[in-house]
């Protein structure tokens, strides 16, 4: 399995909370991304980063913030929870971008905002 | 809009039979398609990945058909076993994102 560590595993927190995620990885990987996973959806990809502090959006990155200060960590934070941020949130990682290199996941974050 | 369409969303199949997954996409510029499993509590792990310029790909029991013209590709699990139930997603990326299919939940019944 890649190392990919992400903490917590589980969070329940309220309402205009601010939150963040860390995911930590051992590959020393140059790309990281965070998805959400909800029913029906499948996966969608909120922000990726392609090095130290170099990232961008995604296609659902309306209230969530990144950073990347180390090559091994990838923080994704929500600064004001909503009820819609409940989800489950999973980071990637790559060697490169193009040619057959898979992303490889951690085992997500289950999210729950009340 | 989902950029990938998946089908089915769930399907039932008895120990032995073939799987049959598949997807649809409209992005030309797509370059890559992974296909991806996951059980509970996991992440998706990837499972097998095709380029387009490659209308089959087969790995063990899994087998990936495209079909470039028609903008589709499928997932075919031979000799299904219970071990195989999990929810597959398709992928599709492009500059590195990938876009994800909905998903299918196999169950594979004894």
């Known amino acids: 399995d890649a190392g990919i560590t992400q903490s917590p595993r589980h969070k329940v927190t309220e309402t205009g909370t601010p939150v963040t995620l860390r995911c930590h990885q051992t590959e020393n990987h140059r790309y990281m991304y965070w998805y959400r996973q909800d029913p029906g959806h499948g996966l969608r990809l909120i922000h990726y980063s392609y090095g130290v502090k170099d990232t961008d959006k995604g296609e659902v990155s309306d209230g969530y913030s990144v950073s990347r200060s180390k090559t091994e960590d990838f923080l994704l934070t929500l600064e004001s929870a909503t009820s819609s941020q409940t989800s489950v949130y999973f980071c990637?990682?790559?060697?490169?971008?193009?040619?057959?290199?898979?992303?490889?996941f951690g085992d997500g974050t289950r999210l729950s905002i009340l | 809009q989902q950029q990938v369409k998946q089908s089915p969303q769930s399907l039932i199949v008895q120990k032995g039979g073939i799987s049959i997954i598949n997807c649809a996409y409209e992005?030309?510029?797509?370059?890559?398609f992974p296909w991806y499993q996951q059980f509970p509590g996991k992440g998706p792990a990837l499972l097998i990945a095709?380029?387009?310029?490659?209308s089959e790909k087969k790995e063990g029991r899994f087998t990936i058909s495209f079909n470039k013209s028609a903008k589709q590709f499928s997932l075919h699990i031979m000799d299904s076993q219970p071990g195989d139930s999990a929810t597959y997603f398709c992928a599709a990326r492009e500059w590195g994102k990938l876009q994800f299919g909905a998903g299918t939940q196999v169950v594979v019944t004894p």
């Open positions: 095709i380029r387009p310029d490659v």
């Open positions: 990637a990682i790559s060697d490169t971008r193009g040619s057959n290199q898979p992303q490889h």
């Open positions: 992005n030309t510029a797509f370059d890559y």
